[in-house]
């Protein structure tokens, strides 16, 4: 059998992103024996990409918002299909989270009277990101990486989770994995876990998403018996940049068009005007002139349309460029630089200047960018209690991507690296509550953890199968043509099916080499993830007949009231199966529900 | 497309040693060296080891020597490089991994023995900065930790010796960043002095010359932290004036204190 080192702690973490450091923290704090274990370096994990900002209703530059208008607009982004706890919550504890960064060592840009400056982002009625430039993501992920490193936390870098184990009670109580830099094998008992793994990106071709995204925790908790919700609902963020090829997918911040930028079509107009929605007509400008004014005045103007919720921007761009009046590369423009001075754009979005400027030789300064839809973030996750980030399998919490709830049918800007601060702590106070309460010692039963390791060795035993390379590239292009931004049943079913056979092409890899530091056979092991996750968005695409938020159907093309009122919820079989049903959500108590009418 | 061919030259091997293999592939528009190396990972090497996450320059991952120079392959573009073999090699300070890999891990040591960012409680309305206040302080925080300043870095390049007590340029930038943050009451000038090796740095400014988010690293965070950690050594005024101060800044061994009092809250510890 083969060998393997294990640790014993209180509470693991898996993942080190905003969420995962955040919930270590607090675990931390409880006087728990915790660990984080991550795939990569820490304080390389996605939240680093993060850039607009994150949302808090601090109050400071806009003294008319508070919680409520916060959680207005994420029930309103969301399509209102959230989970309304969670939203709550949110919008609650956003601000506390925010300052506590600061008590942390964050640098937030600052208002003129010395306190944190807020940008305008999409969806948001007020201005209400907090953020360091265009690289909010950096400051927050390294603002906890820093408290955690002094606190003494433990940390296991470059160290792969395969999968959860349970002990005879069902309650998760270990976890297998490998060391990327030696390939030997690891095991993790503990009381409590906390999935923090982000997302689900690799899937699609086009992704602002790093390698790392390949739904390891989704995966994870539905071999473990969690439920998962939501899973058809896949953000698409409107503006990825489209040339060069290469880079294709990579993010530009929804912060250009906060500051200022506009998306205009090849004739030069700005088409976003003629996809204003209904639900969205009252509060959005119908004129530029209008538009124009709203960034000086937000109270007499209404806001331009280039910041309605990303769902709404990521249709119309892929409408424009069907109509024939794309870009040469197959987007749009979106320019900043008629608009705002050129020192004005350095100042606000150093990154994307030098990210355009180095990469596509564009000076967004004084060009146009071109920017398409790409694959970014997943609403749908692992379906968790709102207080304590609980999932339905006992001993497992989750928070940040991997969780579901919060963000309904479609995130807004600026809400996920407040989502990461929020129930990261939740998820880390809910493990510690259930660590404390565990009576006994976590057990493991030796012959499952063998097995594990077995099937993450076996392409490396096997001659002539095939490259996981080109399997990841065949699930790619699936996903990309089959459940990209528009989805119609006939293609869904093709997907489904195309699914079934990456599936058995998965079975027979092959890899060379050995494991040390080995990107074949990593792959190799990451791809059941990827698979898994595919077919649980294709799955939920396919019931959900109706369009809505980060999910379109062509053959469903407006929403549907009484779809509205369900969450789909899906599980693992032990027949291997996925069994899917429609969940309907607790009734919202009357003064959030209030909150929600028209006028507010 | 273009059909111009590029001939790479990539070291493979282990700590036991390697050599450079050459691998042609066809040339891609607009493509970084990053984009052929996963080319060549998927087509002819699966096994080539490198580190990657964001391919965007945000997170300092794929750090290595390209034709000598240290840099991100993320953000080196192959049309900007001079025409013939490019040559991509493992940055050489730290101990090889495997391939393009290195043990990084001498930074995340480093970086546990910094004093602890230390504020006063926060005032009932929350702390107030000025933007100028924190101007540079924000500077420093571009850093996206990929090391290649301490990869270039001759104190600790040519001589492995100096490592145990030296910090490295992206420490210095940390130090440099918690000594003018406003609101910081920790004071390491000391322990800058005396165990992070500020000394040994001869501003040779290289560290700048290779920082992707051009940080002025010499000019702006380690000349300035010298002349502070000088002035605490041997101005005697300067000395009082602490010795007097009542907020006063904390001694290098209270300092460290506070991290261990942190530590001490560890059931581990």
Known sequence: MPEYESHEYDVIIIGAGGAGLRAAIEAHGKGLRTALVCKSLLGKAHTVMAEGGAAAALGNVWPEDNWKVHFRDTMRGGKTVNNWRMAQLHAQEAPDRIYELEAWGALFDRTADGRILQRDFGGHRYARLAHVGDRTGLELIRTLQQRAVSLGIDVFMECKILKLLKDSDGQVSAAVGYWRPTGEFIVFTAKAFVLATGSIGRSWKYTSNSWESTGDGHAMALWAGADLIDMEFVQFHPTGMVWPLSVRGLLVTEGVRGDGGVLRNSD???????????????????????????????????????????????????????????????????????????????????????????????????????????????MGGIRVDAESAATTAPGLFAAGEVAAGLHGANRLGGNSLSDLLVFGRRAGLGASEYAEGRTGTPSVDNSEVDSVIEGALAPLGRDGGESPYDLQNDLQETMQSLVGIIRTESELTAADEALGELDERAANLSVSGATPYNPGWNLATDLPSMLAVSRLVTGGAIQRKESRGGHTRDDFPGPDPEMGKVNFVQRYLDTGGIEIEPTTRPEMPEELAELLKEGN | MSEREVNMRVWRGDANGGNFEKYSLASQEGEVVLDVIHRIQATQAPDLACRWNCKAGKCGSCSAEINGKPSLMCMTRMDELPEGDVVVAPMKTFPILRDLVTDVSFNYEVAKRVPAFQPPPPPEDGYRMQQVDIQRGQEFRKCIECFLCQDVCHVIRDHEENKPAYAGPRFFIRYAELEMHPLDTNDRREFVRQKAGLGMCNITKCCTEVCPEHIKITDNAIIPLKERVVDAAYDPIAWLGRKVRQKRKLTPEEAVGTVSHDVATDPDS
Request: hydrophobic share 30%.
């Open chain 1, 268 to 378: 030069g107009k700005r088409f976003m005007f003629d996809y204003i929605p209904e639900m969205f007509a009252a509060e959005t400008a119908d004129s530029e002139a209008e538009g124009d004014r709203w960034y000086e005045d937000h109270t007499n103007n209404r806001r331009p349309p280039e910041l309605l919720p990303r769902d709404e921007v990521a249709r119309s761009i892929n409408s424009e460029v069907k109509a024939g009046r794309g870009s040469p590369h197959g987007g749009v423009f979106l320019d900043i630089a008629s608009r705002r001075s050129p020192e004005y754009i350095r100042r606000r979005l150093p990154s994307m200047y030098h990210q355009f400027m180095e990469l596509a030789g564009v000076d967004i300064t004084t060009e146009p960018m071109e920017v398409g839809p790409t694959c970014h973030y997943v």
